[in-house]
């Protein structure tokens, strides 16, 4: 144990995700010899991005205004919307540069043994979104495990009776990739979602 | 398939030992407590990656030690495969197959097939139903490797929905939101539920026919020995298996089901009893419920066989599956390895005589003993000595 300031650092530190005691204590010892200026760089991001993020108000992406730039851009597709768990799902789907629509970030999937049922989550939101006829289509792309397979048999179960095309992203093999590494399970999937090769 | 070579490092008792094997019979003769059924055990792991001794990894380490091997020269027809599978304390086990790099443990299964019969086996006739699933789901990965993860998906989907259901139960009623994400389980628990039932029906089939064999083989022929599934999907089963189904009435039609009339079932079950797993906050249906019964002559064996019966029905069970290993793969030299650990002390002598007629076949058998002379003589082959720590070659015993 270290005294005071430090260990209260190392503390806070070995909260966050995927960082272990010992990590902790390394970073925490790099900020204490490290540059002022630098760190206050840091400690201002901290401060900044929990003062002026926010969530924009229709689709739950991070966004430091009202709405965030993909709601506000007037050249995307309005009639396709994305249903993603987290923003940073937002941030992948973007990287495609392939999907013009826009998005819906859930805040999670069900799963029942953290607490997280369908009222957690932004689908009151989502179903409010769909009241009126602009939205035509609705791609779920929840996470391909357990929980978020459950998020998306829900929704397709919500949604099926406003008349608006569900599709569900597929699962198979890695473009790239060696058919001999592909593990059972993610093959078996590519199997069952085959589709034909001529057009 | 044999093993021509083990060699075991920091594995429960052993500091290092190698062994030379060959096929034929290897009896390891030595006092209680010196590492034999460790080796039993070590041969057993590389095929299941469990042990038939304890639940967690931890027991296989030598004492303060962090890291334990087994390594392993494995022959099957005419193929040579070397395995080196690393348990390391609180880690995943690595396992390195030919010398390529480490990859996950799972890699392994399908390299190494063995039999294992061991005193716990008794549990098999006597012990809980949840024994017997174990059985089943175990020789179906055998048979199908893929299935391991079966299994393993539908124990996530149970975690979830019990934990559903115990939010409800908190919740003192079933509110429309809990109705609807219940729903969600439901599907999903069928799904992967009707999976795990094909999976074992086929086993089954499997084995049936091998199991009244091996019965009649082990004992006089009086009675015939069978296994029939019960499942929570069409009857009411208590927490000991019992079903409120007579075992003479209509043979159910589940056994030739498709996995998708195997899910329709399984949710007019949960349908059915929705009510009364809110109130148990459980799930009461599926195949983490169901029970193998196992009869003699029609009557149930658990609470009726006698002591001999009990034994002769265990051994009955892990002959099935060897058979059903046979069958799997009948080439020759691809037969699964034989593994004896201290069996035939609890037998009398004119079941030691016809269990060792019957095992005389495979390619390799391994038999631990305390004491040689419960040995059959027919299965005499190679004699090692273990003493603690260590094993040796045993000296020429006068008579044996």
């Known amino acids: 144990m270290y005294e005071g300031a430090v260990q209260d650092l190392i503390d806070e530190f070995g909260r966050l995700p995927g960082i272990g005691p010992k990590s902790a204590q390394r970073i925490a010892f790099h900020v204490l010899e490290a540059d002022r200026a630098d760190m206050d760089r840091l400690a201002d991001a901290i401060r900044a991005v929990k003062d002026k993020v926010k969530f924009c108000a229709v689709c739950f992406n991070v966004s430091e205004q009202e709405l965030c730039n993909i709601c506000r851009d007037p050249k995307r597709d309005e009639t396709v919307l994305c249903v993603v768990e987290e923003s940073k799902d937002v941030m992948a789907v973007e990287r495609t540069r392939s999907f013009r629509g826009r998005y819906h970030v859930l805040g999670g999937s069900i799963n029942p043994i953290a607490g997280i049922g369908p009222e957690q989550l932004h689908i009151r939101e989502l179903l409010n979104r769909l009241h009126d006829d602009t939205i035509e289509e609705v791609i779920i792309a929840t996470d391909p495990n357990l929980e978020g397979e459950a998020t998306s048999t829900y929704l397709a179960r919500m949604l099926k009776s406003l008349g608006i095309k569900i599709t569900r992203l597929a699962s198979g093999l890695p473009v790239g990739g060696d058919l001999e590494y592909a593990d059972e399970v993610t093959l078996g999937r590519a199997f069952e979602g085959r589709r034909s090769a001529i057009g | ?400």
């Open chain 2, 1 to 400: 398939m044999y093993i021509s070579h083990l060699s075991l490092t920091d594995f429960r008792s052993y500091a290092q030992a190698d062994l030379e094997l060959s096929p034929g019979t290897t009896v390891l003769v030595g006092a209680n407590g010196v590492g034999k059924t460790n080796v039993a055990e070590a041969i057993g792991y590389l095929a299941t990656l469990s042990s038939h001794r304890v639940t967690s990894d931890a027991a296989l380490l030598r004492f303060g030690t962090e890291r334990a091997l087994v390594r392993a020269q494995v022959v099957r027809t005419t193929q040579t495969t070397s395995v080196e599978l690393e348990i390391t304390r609180g880690k995943t086990n690595r396992v390195r197959i030919n010398r390529a790099n480490p990859v996950r443990s799972r890699e392994i299964l399908g390299i190494v097939r063995t039999v294992l019969f061991a005193p716990e086996d008794l549990s098999l006739v006597k012990g809980d139903p949840s024994s017997r699933r174990r059985f089943l789901d175990d020789l179906l990965v055998v048979l199908q490797p893929h299935q391991a993860a079966t299994r393993s998906d539908y124990e996530r989907v149970l975690r979830q929905r019990n934990a559903l259901l115990k939010s409800a139960r908190a919740a003192g009623k079933l509110t429309s939101n809990h109705e609807a994400t219940l729903d969600v389980w439901d599907q999903h628990l069928a799904q992967a539920g009707a999976r795990v039932l094909r999976g074992r029906f086929d086993v089954l089939s499997q084995i049936g026919g091998p199991l009244a064999a091996a019965y009649a083989s082990l004992t006089d022929g009086s009675k015939i020995a069978a296994a029939h599934y019960r499942s929570t999907v069409v009857s009411d089963i208590d927490d000991d298996g019992d079903a409120d189904i007579p075992l003479d009435g209509p043979p159910d039609t589940l056994l030739e089901a498709t996995a998708s009339q195997l899910q329709e079932r399984i949710l007019a079950a949960l349908a059915a009893k929705r009510q009364q797993e809110v109130e148990r906050g459980m799930t009461l249906v599926g195949p983490h419920r169901d029970e193998l019964q196992l009869t003699l002559g029609g009557v149930p064996a658990k609470g009726y066989a006698s002591h001999g019966e009990t034994w002769s029905l265990a051994l009955s069970m892990r002959l099935a599956s060897y058979q059903a290993m046979l069958d799997d793969d009948p080439r020759p030299g691809a037969g699964p390895i034989l593994i004896l650990d201290d069996v035939f002390a609890e037998l009398d002598s004119d079941r030691r005589a016809r269990l060792a007629k019957v095992v005389a076949d495979a390619e390799q058998v391994l038999v631990t003993a305390a004491v040689g002379a419960d040995v059959p003589d027919s299965l005499k082959g190679h004699v090692l000595r273990v003493v603690p720590g260590r094993i040796e070659p045993a000296p020429e015993e006068p008579g044996a």
